[in-house]
């Protein structure tokens, strides 16, 4: 047996030993305190008839007596889901300008002058042809100055600071400078007066607006109009745009363009625009008038060609119109209009 095994031995022996000797007690006299145990008489036991309600405030509250009772919610309303369609016809031409936006624009040009560089008239021009001469021509007509529509501002002149416009002038007036570009475009022999011989401009009011044909496409242009029609959901004699029920499991999209075609023909070409409505009204609904509620959900629209055609309609449509935003608020009520003029581009 190793050394190691010895010890180990010896290690449990000694264990062992302590564990069954008898163990040691102090020659100190110990007092122990008896224990007192619990009586099955529980003290603290009190019978539930002996206690009495405690004095406080009433629970009466005199505000709540007048009160209304409370009545059970009425029946949910049922709604249909339908599609509206705000087919519009984008402006054609810029707004016309304010005054202060055509002196603003006169200035940015005129500034432009004082921080470019001169013009350099050799290297756009050669010596000794038509070209130079035509050029030195009209640049002496506008007071040796390059732009055509600065009204012979000269940048680098003595009179370079005075940049601005003065009330009353008219050399910030859109047609004064239309007209100087055309004269200058084909001779002045060809202009007389303020008038130039073999052009036709197109005007900006043409002659639906002044016969004030309200069924036209060809008024406003410098304004969205909007497709309203009379009759059909809204009511014999209201106006709104064009609406309708959706079918099954029918799409927004889908439904606006099958709508259309029933409430205004087909003799036209348009375009829905993405298949996300732009906007949301709720329609209430009313036994007076017979009318259940619907969810209407406005989708965009685009006219490309065409005009309406009322002709075998589906929808009981009797008349149409293109309007502009500020048109449409005088034909339809003051609600309906608050609920899509969020849907309504501002011209």
């Known amino acids: 047996m190793t050394a190691s095994s010895r010890g180990c031995g010896r290690a449990a022996a000694r264990l062992l030993n302590s564990s069954t000797a008898r163990p040691r007690t102090s020659t100190t006299t110990r007092t122990h305190t008896p224990i007192l145990l619990p009586s099955t008489t529980r003290f603290y036991a009190i019978a539930a008839t002996s206690f009495k309600p405690l004095s406080g405030p009433s629970s009466h509250k005199p505000h709540l007596d007048n009160l209304p009772p409370v009545s059970p919610s009425p029946a949910s309303k049922t709604y249909a889901l339908a599609t509206g369609i705000v087919l519009s016809r984008p402006p054609l031409l810029t707004p016309e300008q304010s005054p202060f936006e055509k002196s603003f624009f006169l200035y940015q040009k005129r500034l432009n002058e004082r921080l470019a560089l001169p013009f350099t008239q050799y290297f756009y021009f050669k010596k ?62 060809e202009v007389v007066g303020e008038e130039v011989q073999g052009i036709e401009v197109y005007p900006r009011e043409t002659e639906a607006d002044r016969k ?136």
Do not use: C
Request: neutral net charge; without cysteine; aromatic residues 8%.
């Open 128 to 189: 000794d042809t038509p070209a130079i001469a035509a050029w030195k021509k009209h640049v002496k007509e506008r007071n040796g100055v390059a732009g055509r529509d600065v009204g012979g501002y000269e940048a680098y002149g003595e009179e370079g600071w005075n940049d601005e416009v003065l009330v009353g002038s008219d050399i910030a007036e859109p047609e004064r400078v239309r007209q100087g570009l055309v004269k200058e475009a084909i001779g002045a022999e």
């Open 212 to 347: 004030g044909d309200m069924r036209s496409l060809e008024r406003r242009l410098a304004e969205t109009l909007y497709l309203v029609v009379k009759g059909g959901k809204e009511g014999e004699n209201a106006w709104g745009f064009p609406r309708g029920e959706l079918g099954g499991r029918e799409m927004l999209h889908t439904a606006a363009e099958r709508i259309l075609h029933q409430t205004a023909g087909k003799n036209m070409n348009t375009w829905i625009v993405g298949h996300v409505p732009i906007g949301f009204s709720t329609i209430e609904p009313s036994a007076k008038f017979s009318r259940k509620g619907e969810k209407v959900f406005f989708m965009k629209g685009r006219i490309m060609a065409g005009q309406v055609d009322l002709k075998g309609n589906e929808m009981g449509v009797t008349d149409w119109k293109w309007v502009t935003r500020g048109e449409l608020q005088g034909l339809v009520t003051p609600r309906y209009f608050s609920q899509v003029r969020g849907m309504l581009a501002d011209r």
